[in-house]
């Protein structure tokens, strides 16, 4: 069963709600596809106007520019991934389990609940694997903070870092391993695919080694006592 669901944003992201028109929507789906096909560096709006069948000026209404615009696509997956977690945790009780099932939804291996029409999630998350940091790894990233565009990957992070604290209490580090598991499942699918020589996953055929990683590293860092 698929079900609807309205992500709300951070105003201070867009000078036009883009979800509230069909230019809107199809200026967010046409930079999905056009970032994760050539990357942040060489996308513009010049290009997307194209793609999109628009003006460059009419794309400027809904974003002032094109940081903006990735960060706005970044934080609406974090906040998706994060409504992910939570319905697929709901009925879950055993702390064991709601990790395995964060790692599992970290390497995209989860059935995704929701309809999006305008959104591809599969080409959003190759975009958060290798364009996400460059939202916030800026000059101007104080500022970015102190206008909440981090909210969703930290709610996340903190999502995830309770549950960590329900199987183990007395660990320490919580929060660090919480960020630490999102960074690094990341970088061993960017490795993986890109610099097969840092990982250890260059000739598998599917994604099941990483995810033992990811296990392998959380469980050993929670092991009850340290």
């Not at 609940?113 to 364009?131: G, M, P, W």
Request: net charge positive.
């Amino acid at each position: 069963m698929e079900l609807q669901l309205q992500i709300k944003m951070n105003p201070k992201l867009y000078l036009r709600d883009p979800e509230q028109s069909p230019l809107g929507r199809n200026i967010i789906q046409h930079s999905i596809l056009m970032i994760q096909k050539i990357g942040f560096e060489d996308f513009t709006f010049k290009k997307l106007a194209v793609e999109v069948g628009t003006t460059e000026a009419s794309i400027y209404r809904y974003f002032e520019n094109k940081h903006k615009l990735l960060t706005y696509v970044i934080a609406w997956f974090w906040t998706w991934l994060e409504y992910q977690l939570l319905y697929h945790t709901n009925n879950v009780k055993s702390p064991k389990e709601k990790i395995q099932v964060v790692i599992r939804l970290l390497a995209f291996q989860l059935p995704d609940q929701f309809t999006f029409s305008h959104i591809d999630r599969n080409r959003l998350y190759e975009i958060a694997i290798t364009e996400g940091s460059k939202s916030y790894l800026t000059k101007h990233v104080t500022q970015d903070n102190k206008d909440h565009f981090f909210k969703p990957y930290k709610d996340l992070c903190a999502r995830i870092a309770e549950i960590f604290r329900e199987y183990n209490p007395s660990y320490k580090y919580p929060r660090s391993l919480s960020s630490t598991l999102l960074e690094m499942a990341h970088y061993q699918f960017f490795f993986k695919k890109n610099l097969p020589g840092l990982t250890d996953f260059a000739n598998a055929k599917d994604d099941a080694g990483v995810v033992q990683f990811l296990q392998h590293l959380v469980f050993s860092a929670l092991k009850k006592g340290s």
